[in-house]
């Protein structure tokens, strides 16, 4: 989903105490809902948020995302208008990285690094339609038929894509190749490429 974008005024605030980015603070995942997921989802669940955990605390993760490269240069892809003004408020990947890991939803204050999430399941499908968020709110939503089929690896990278909206960050809604490079796009698929299913990735 496309949120409109918020001016993050409160970045120069990211400084020093917790030494943000440097991975000295663990950044937490702290299940606040999962409406309507039971039983065997509930476990499933349970492991994709252990993944996103461990995953986003990695070094491998932090190398990642600081070496990240839209057309050769060390950048996300940031959307600009005609007249080249910035859509996104681009950021260096070293203020993406401490961004994510200091982990501060839009609409929630919190002292403590962790990436709170609000899931509800919604039973059966939209076409191909994994889940959305919507722009001010904190709930991201999943379509129980794509739940069922995704691999925790996939599902990692859905939810670390509908938070990274959470926290300001945005991405056309035409499917383009540059909108791969968006950071809720290539966050969530470095998660899932760190997470496919061989250990090495993870240090
Ligand atoms: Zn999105």
Known sequence: MDNPTPDRNSFQNLSTDKAKGLG??????????????????????????????????S?????????????????????????????????????????????????????????????E??????????????PGSKEIYTYSEMFDQMEIDELANHYVHEWCHKIGFDHSYLPTAKRNSSVPYAIGNIIETLLDGNPSHIE
């Open 121 to 134: 399941l919604v039973i059966g499908s939209n076409g191909s339609v994994i889940g959305y968020g919507n």
């Open 24 to 57: 000295n603070v663990p950044t937490r995942v702290n299940l606040l809902a999962c409406i309507r997921y039971e039983g065997r989802r509930l476990e499933r669940l349970n492991s994709v948020m252990q993944a996103i955990e461990k995953t986003i605390n």
């Open 59 to 119: 070094t491998a993760f932090r190398r990642q995302v600081l070496e990240f490269r839209y057309r050769g240069q060390y950048s996300f892809y940031y959307r600009r208008n005609l007249l080249g003004r910035y859509i996104d408020k681009p950021y260096t990947n070293a203020q993406v990285y401490e961004i994510i890991m200091d982990a501060q939803e839009l609409v929630k204050e919190d002292p403590e690094p962790t990436i709170d999430l609000y899931l």
